[in-house]
Protein backbone atom coordinates (compact mmCIF):
# COMPACT_ATOMS: atom_id res chain seq x y z
CA UNK A 1 0.00 0.00 0.00
CA UNK A 2 1.37 3.21 -0.78
CA UNK A 3 -0.67 6.23 1.06
CA UNK A 4 -0.36 10.00 -0.40
CA UNK A 5 -0.26 13.43 1.50
CA UNK A 6 -0.26 16.26 -0.82
CA UNK A 7 0.67 19.92 -0.02
CA UNK A 8 1.62 23.40 -1.01
CA UNK A 9 -2.12 24.59 -2.13
CA UNK A 10 -3.37 27.81 -1.82
CA UNK A 11 -4.78 30.98 -3.08
CA UNK A 12 -2.56 32.67 -5.55
CA UNK A 13 -3.11 35.60 -8.29
CA UNK A 14 -3.10 35.21 -11.80
CA UNK A 15 0.43 34.75 -13.33
CA UNK A 16 1.68 33.61 -10.11
CA UNK A 17 3.70 30.37 -9.32
CA UNK A 18 2.99 27.86 -6.79
CA UNK A 19 4.73 24.36 -6.22
CA UNK A 20 2.45 21.26 -4.82
CA UNK A 21 4.50 18.36 -2.97
CA UNK A 22 3.09 15.09 -2.66
CA UNK A 23 4.80 12.80 -0.22
CA UNK A 24 4.78 9.35 -0.32
CA UNK A 25 4.70 6.58 2.61
CA UNK A 26 4.22 2.73 2.78
CA UNK A 27 6.62 2.03 -0.14
CA UNK A 28 9.05 4.01 -2.19
CA UNK A 29 7.98 5.31 -5.13
CA UNK A 30 11.54 4.56 -6.71
CA UNK A 31 9.42 1.93 -8.91
CA UNK A 32 6.25 4.06 -9.13
CA UNK A 33 5.23 5.79 -12.04
CA UNK A 34 4.05 9.21 -10.32
CA UNK A 35 1.41 12.08 -11.78
CA UNK A 36 -0.93 14.80 -11.08
CA UNK A 37 -4.71 15.22 -12.08
CA UNK A 38 -7.34 18.31 -11.36
CA UNK A 39 -10.35 18.80 -10.86
CA UNK A 40 -12.75 21.46 -11.44
CA UNK A 41 -16.16 22.08 -9.37
CA UNK A 42 -18.84 20.28 -11.60
CA UNK A 43 -15.73 18.62 -13.73
CA UNK A 44 -14.49 15.34 -14.63
CA UNK A 45 -10.99 14.98 -12.87
CA UNK A 46 -8.58 15.40 -15.62
CA UNK A 47 -4.83 14.56 -16.21
CA UNK A 48 -2.04 17.52 -15.78
CA UNK A 49 1.07 15.86 -15.58
CA UNK A 50 2.61 12.56 -15.52
CA UNK A 51 6.42 10.76 -14.87
CA UNK A 52 7.76 7.31 -15.38
CA UNK A 53 8.99 5.53 -12.56
CA UNK A 54 12.62 6.00 -13.97
CA UNK A 55 12.21 9.65 -14.85
CA UNK A 56 13.14 8.97 -19.09
CA UNK A 57 9.36 10.04 -19.89
CA UNK A 58 7.33 12.77 -18.64
CA UNK A 59 4.02 14.09 -20.08
CA UNK A 60 1.72 16.95 -19.89
CA UNK A 61 -1.84 18.01 -20.46
CA UNK A 62 -1.39 20.43 -23.39
CA UNK A 63 -3.05 22.99 -21.31
CA UNK A 64 -0.53 23.27 -18.96
CA UNK A 65 2.80 22.39 -21.65
CA UNK A 66 5.27 25.12 -20.71
CA UNK A 67 3.99 26.06 -17.49
CA UNK A 68 3.72 23.15 -15.25
CA UNK A 69 6.87 20.65 -14.31
CA UNK A 70 6.50 17.48 -13.00
CA UNK A 71 9.80 16.27 -10.73
CA UNK A 72 10.62 13.65 -7.98
CA UNK A 73 13.00 13.39 -5.02
CA UNK A 74 12.95 9.57 -4.81
CA UNK A 75 15.60 10.13 -1.12
CA UNK A 76 12.62 12.21 -0.06
CA UNK A 77 9.96 10.16 -1.38
CA UNK A 78 8.08 13.00 -3.06
CA UNK A 79 6.99 14.47 -5.83
CA UNK A 80 6.67 17.98 -7.16
CA UNK A 81 4.47 19.94 -9.48
CA UNK A 82 6.11 23.60 -9.72
CA UNK A 83 3.39 25.78 -11.23
CA UNK A 84 3.62 28.86 -13.11
CA UNK A 85 2.14 31.76 -14.87
CA UNK A 86 -1.27 30.62 -13.63
CA UNK A 87 -4.89 31.26 -14.78
CA UNK A 88 -7.84 31.36 -13.46
CA UNK A 89 -8.73 27.93 -15.72
CA UNK A 90 -6.04 26.55 -13.25
CA UNK A 91 -8.37 26.82 -10.17
CA UNK A 92 -9.43 23.01 -8.99
CA UNK A 93 -8.39 20.31 -6.42
CA UNK A 94 -4.75 18.69 -7.25
CA UNK A 95 -4.78 14.85 -7.21
CA UNK A 96 -1.50 12.87 -6.88
CA UNK A 97 -1.51 9.56 -7.90
CA UNK A 98 0.98 6.62 -8.16
CA UNK A 99 0.84 3.75 -10.53
CA UNK A 100 3.11 0.45 -10.62
CA UNK A 101 2.33 -0.13 -14.41
CA UNK A 102 1.00 2.43 -16.84
CA UNK A 103 0.14 0.88 -20.00
CA UNK A 104 -2.62 2.34 -22.00
CA UNK A 105 -1.54 6.37 -21.11
CA UNK A 106 -0.61 8.16 -18.54
CA UNK A 107 -4.21 10.53 -18.85
CA UNK A 108 -6.94 7.44 -18.05
CA UNK A 109 -7.29 7.73 -14.45
CA UNK A 110 -7.66 4.10 -14.23
CA UNK A 111 -4.28 2.80 -14.69
CA UNK A 112 -3.33 4.62 -11.34
CA UNK A 113 -3.26 2.72 -8.18
CA UNK A 114 -3.42 5.04 -5.48
CA UNK A 115 -4.65 8.35 -4.89
CA UNK A 116 -4.33 11.03 -2.35
CA UNK A 117 -6.49 13.10 -1.04
CA UNK A 118 -6.19 16.66 -2.86
CA UNK A 119 -5.11 20.02 -2.20
CA UNK A 120 -6.85 23.08 -3.65
CA UNK A 121 -5.33 25.23 -6.11
CA UNK A 122 -7.34 28.59 -6.43
CA UNK A 123 -6.14 31.30 -8.70
CA UNK A 124 -7.79 34.88 -8.42
CA UNK A 125 -7.90 37.13 -11.52
Known amino acids: QVQLVESGGGLVQAGGSLRLSCTAS????????MGWFRQGTGKEREFVAG????????YYADSVKGRFFISRDNAQNTVYLQMNSLKPEDTAVYYC??????????????????WGQGTQVTVSS
Open 97 to 114: AAGKRIYNGYDQKNEWDY
Open 26 to 33: GRSISTFS
Open 51 to 58: QSWNGGGT
